[in-house]
């Protein structure tokens, strides 16, 4: 697959867009027009810059308002487009993208839109040069690929071809079925975008929402499927318009991009299978998330350890050679991690006792770790003392870490790298059985980076994204979640720098794990041990429960002790949901227990209440 993305893209200069775009690995590079007029490099250095990075430059676009035009406005176009054929071949590319023309002087007139192509044919012949049109979906008088290629058809000029966009198709929902009726070689580059599906006007959609594969809503596995399955042979070229993107790092943009691309490419190859062979091992699933691990100094030991006592783990384990210690109550394992000189304490020195991992129980971590790789998903080491196993782990959310142990295997991790700490107390134990879900909370501008990080790696989907009512602002969420739920992950980040979000980036120093949610089968008992062991919850005020009362119809005593027990609750059509919360470790992070009867989702309808108690408890801290 020849690969290809758009300057427009990133951000930057033109000269840093091209060196991020040739490190991400792409084969090609579109010049979009306005980054070579506001840049101070000329045109033919341009061209040198993309042939010592190892780019092909596969187009120069935008060329708008062509077709149709007045005849005293048409001299000067074909003038003009002279000029442009000069820097394409400054620029060392045949290509030139048309876009369909929005100008209000343009006519519907068939036969002169024909006749300006052919003359522009003509005179793009004359120089080896090629020119692809584009419908756009707001085109005054063409808005869809399949007028595009019947003018294209008329035109009948080897030097016209047309350019494919699949958002300037899929937001108008043009059937794909209809890209059989193009003749692959006329097709001279394809354009990817996904987006999220919106009601607003296409133009708006377009220059603010557009996305990366994978990232949105469209249907563009079948849409390169189609293509592929017709012969088209051609480059893939990314053209995203996102402001999230704008105010990005190009480094990491440019990434996802190919990323992104390599994750779609994969899609189509199993969607065409045994047609196209998948270069990546599939998708890896989760059982279920095996530890997760603590950073802290010796100072917040002991502070974890009364929290962790609070919630009924006990000690299980110490690590023979480390100063790490092992902490459980039936499926759950948290780690806490005290080594000098690890990488724990260096995360601990960024950010605080906080989560600076999560271990994941996979099937077949070798063919895991062959599709990160693959997905340019960089592994971690560090040095291993005597006895002790590799534990494979790629970087995560926030410079975090994600470790890999093979289903069906994980008690040899214990067994082999920890000893039984004898007398531990058993006692304590609240019910709490596994760990549903975990919430990280990172910047706006890198949500989507790690929803295509998650979907790409792992064999789960997404959910629709939710808008929760901080008091102090909106904050998004989408989760990202495994059929049989081993592997439930939701993505909060919020644009308001008041929310209990943003406020978690600013005394976190940057993204990371907020939450824990811990699975019960009887939220009350594990609610009344909680209290005896002395856990701090969020008080939730009287009127939420009047208000439960008024919207469900709850019974008087079902009411009371989801009130003494500061018990949220949520239904839906698939069932009940129970959940309290605590209060937040030094600011950084806290727990939540649940208790699901048939409900999927993640009590969003309290997330605002829970919000509004949190902000309180901390705000009474900041006193």
Request: with cysteine; net charge negative.
């Amino acid at each position: 697959m020849f690969t290809s993305i758009a300057t427009v893209s990133i951000s930057g200069t033109l000269e840093s867009k091209l060196r991020a775009i040739a490190r991400a690995g792409f084969n090609g590079v579109e010049i979009f027009e306005n980054d070579l007029l506001t840049s101070q490099v000329s045109a033919r250095d341009a061209g040198a810059l993309m042939r010592d990075l190892g780019l092909e430059c596969t187009l120069f676009q935008p060329f708008r308002d062509f077709e149709g035009m007045p005849d005293t406005l048409r001299p000067r176009i074909f003038e003009r487009i002279e000029r442009k054929f000069d820097v394409m071949q400054e620029l060392g590319t045949d290509l030139l993208l048309v876009c369909s023309n929005v100008s209000p002087a343009a006519s519907a007139d068939r036969g002169r839109i024909v006749a300006d192509f052919r003359e522009l044919g003509e005179r793009a012949a004359k120089r080896g040069l090629r020119v692809g049109y584009e419908a756009l979906a707001w085109g005054r008088h063409v808005s869809d690929h399949r007028k595009a290629w019947s003018i294209v058809l008329d035109v009948d000029h080897p030097a016209i071809g047309l350019i494919l966009d699949s958002f300037q198709s899929l937001a108008r929902n043009i059937p794909n079925e209809s890209l059989r009726e193009i003749d692959p070689a006329r097709i001279f580059i394809v354009q990817l975008a996904d987006a999220p599906v919106l009601q607003m006007d296409f133009l708006s959609w377009s220059r603010h929402f557009r996305n990366m594969p994978g990232q949105g809503e469209l249907p563009l596995v079948d849409y390169v499927a189609t293509l592929l399955e017709q012969g088209y042979t051609g480059a893939l070229s990314l053209e995203i318009f996102n402001d999230r993107f704008r105010s990005s790092s190009a480094t990491a943009v440019a990434l996802d991009g190919h990323r992104a691309l390599n994750f779609l490419s994969d899609q189509v190859a199993r969607r065409l299978a045994p047609r196209i062979a998948p270069e990546l091992p599939p998708r890896a699933r989760v059982r279920g998330v095996e530890f997760v691990e603590f950073a802290a100094n010796e100072g917040e030991v002991e502070q974890l350890e009364s929290l962790f006592t609070t919630l009924g783990f006990s000690r299980s384990g110490k690590h023979r050679t480390k100063d790490v210690m092992r902490w459980r109550q039936n499926g759950i394992n948290f780690v806490i991690n005290n080594e000098p000189d690890s990488f724990a304490r260096a995360y601990d020195g960024m950010h605080g006792a906080s989560v600076c991992a999560l271990g994941v129980s996979v099937e077949n971590v070798a063919n895991a770790l062959r599709r990160a790789e693959g997905l340019q998903i960089e592994q971690f080491s560090q040095p291993l003392g005597p006895g002790e196993l590799v534990i494979p782990c790629v970087h995560g959310v926030g410079g975090s870490l994600l470790y890999f142990t093979e289903a069906g295997s994980e008690s040899a991790v214990w067994d082999t790298e920890f000893v039984a700490v004898q007398g531990s107390p058993v006692n304590g134990n609240a019910g709490l059985l596994r760990v549903d879900h975990v919430a990280q909370t990172m910047q706006h501008e890198e949500m989507l980076s790690w929803l295509l990080y998650y979907v790409s790696l792992f064999d789960v989907s997404k959910t629709p994204v939710v808008q929760v009512a901080d008091p102090l602002g909106l904050v998004q969420s989408q989760a990202i979640e495994s059929a049989e739920g081993g592997l439930r992950i939701t993505l909060n980040a919020s644009t308001s720098s008041q929310t209990l979000s943003a406020r978690f980036l600013q005394g976190y120093h940057g993204a990371g794990v907020q939450h824990i949610a811990l699975a019960t089968a009887d939220i009350f008992a594990s609610a009344r041990r909680l209290r005896e062991l002395g856990l701090a919850t969020l008080p939730i005020p009287r009127n939420y429960y009047e208000d439960l009362e008024a919207r469900f119809g709850l019974g008087e005593t079902l009411l009371a002790q989801l009130a003494e027990f500061n018990i949220l609750y949520d239904r839906d059509t698939d069932g009940e949901y129970f959940h309290l919360v605590s209060r937040a470790f030094a600011k950084r992070f806290f727990f939540e227990v649940i208790e699901r009867r048939g409900y999927r989702a993640y009590g969003a309808a309290n997330a605002t209440i829970r919000l509004a108690a949190q902000s309180r408890y901390r705000d009474d801290l900041d006193r």
